[in-house]
């Protein structure tokens, strides 16, 4: 049986927080280099390719031996950018969704990602998430959560508190988590997915995975205990240039 693995790492030049966020130094290596490296090394993914519109990006990558598909600025999501890069590479079953700002990225998070799919066939989307701290990130919106039923499919996930703490309920207890932007799909879930119309859920949050889920599909969440930092801001380019990733 053919399982092999295929990791994407759609990366555009266009950020409004953090201008041209994939060229980005973190200790003297742009941030694109650094989530290929970190892609690339990984046991269990066979084959990584950026999907990018710039050929600024193109050109840091290339010039470490990686592989590139150029993709128009116009294209909408970064999984769509990620569709376009699967239907020329239809000898790889399962494609990883890695973004271009996950510099820190560990192998096991990887491994983990792509394990619902060895255990069972029928599992379509996956995606990772962490512990959440009640303290300080329940309430930000910048934070993703994701609630899971008792199967670790994901119920809804929202840049509000969710659930709702009426009672004085024991938190460390919840099912909410934070979630991770990285996703891994059937190849051919992955082609219908982006295909469908985007839902009115996904719009208003911002999230796109949430148009799996207002159309009935399941996404399997897997949980890991460490943390990556992920770089979206000035602030966050700033706390990378120390951050260590914990083991």
Known sequence: MNNKVLCVIPARIGSTRLPRKPLQTIRGKPIIQMTYEAAYACPGIDKVIVATDSSNIAEVI????????????CVKTGSDRVALVAKAHEDYPVVINLQGDEPFI????LQTLIQPFKDNCETQMATLAFPLRMSDEYDNPDIVKV???QNSQAIYFSRSPIPY?????????????????????????????????????????????LR????????????VKNRTLEINTPAELEAAQTFEATR
Do not use: W
């Not at 290339?62 to 600025?73: N, S």
């Not at 560990?106 to 998070?109: A, I, S, T």
């Not at 460390?172 to 009115?200: C, E, I, K, N």
């Not at 799996?212 to 949980?223: C, D, F, Q, R, T």
């Open 62 to 73: 290339t010039a470490i031996g990686g592989e590139v598909m150029m993709t128009d600025a």
């Open 106 to 109: 560990q192998h096991n998070m």
């Open 212 to 223: 799996a889920i207002e159309h009935g599909y399941k996404i399997h969440v897997s949980l």
């Open 147 to 149: 609630i899971c039923d």
């Open 165 to 209: 703490l009426r009672a004085q309920a024991n938190s460390h207890h919840l099912p909410v988590y934070h979630h991770m932007g990285l996703y891994a799909f059937q190849r051919d879930f992955l082609l219908t997915y982006t295909a469908l119309p985007q839902t009115s859920l996904e719009q208003v949050e911002s999230l796109e995975q």
